[in-house]
């Protein structure tokens, strides 16, 4: 008998694009994980520091929740039930919030004439134009990085903020300076009017 050649089996490629492609997104999401990760910090600080150097006096003891439900009221009246649901937060919450609103005489409170039982809120009359130039400084570092990012890019950073503030925060009682529903609002409105 004679010995037949073993058969060689031909190796299959190895799958390396797929591999090299799939190490590549990987690399490129630590590296971008790491930017991010660098970057917060730093834009948290300098969020920060905007808010105290052009916080005016009257809203000296004020912070986000504050400036959230202010920038909600500017819209127009609003009673305190929506406006506790518009910015995620209880209704204790939400009186809290405005107690120290009504206090500093930024808002102005009024019975709802269609039902007495509930308590319609607006801005202040006397302070209206103070927090209209007021929100408009809080929102004009951010407006002004949207103002660069095209419908697409904008959409998709809202997007990710979003879900980002969900991952971090599940829990949470709209605690951040703006909504993001509040910015995806202002995105429709030029910078002048706000």
Request: glycine share 6%; charged share 25%.
């Amino acid at each position: 008998m004679s010995q037949q050649p073993a058969e060689v089996t031909p190796k299959s490629p190895e799958p390396v694009a797929a591999d090299r492609s799939v190490e590549l997104a990987a690399s490129d999401r630590s590296s971008d994980l790491l930017e991010l990760m660098q970057l917060f910090p730093r834009t948290i600080l300098g969020m920060s520091r905007h808010v105290e150097q052009i916080k005016p006096e009257f809203a000296r003891g004020l912070g986000p929740r504050h400036s959230a439900a202010l920038h909600r009221i500017s819209f127009g009246p609003i009673t305190v039930g929506t406006l506790a649901k518009r910015l995620d937060i209880t209704l204790s919450t939400a009186s809290g919030v405005l107690a120290d609103l009504d206090r500093a005489g930024i808002i102005a409170r009024a019975a709802d004439p269609a039902d007495r039982r509930r308590t319609i809120v607006d801005i202040h009359p006397d302070r209206r134009d103070d927090v209209t130039r007021w929100l408009a400084a809080l929102s004009r570092p951010l407006n002004s990085v949207l103002d660069q990012l095209t419908d697409d890019e904008r959409a998709a950073f809202v997007k990710a903020m979003e879900l980002y503030a969900e991952v971090v925060s599940p829990q949470a009682e709209g605690g951040g300076a703006v909504p993001m529903d509040c910015v995806a609002q202002s995105l429709n409105r030029p910078l002048s009017e706000q």
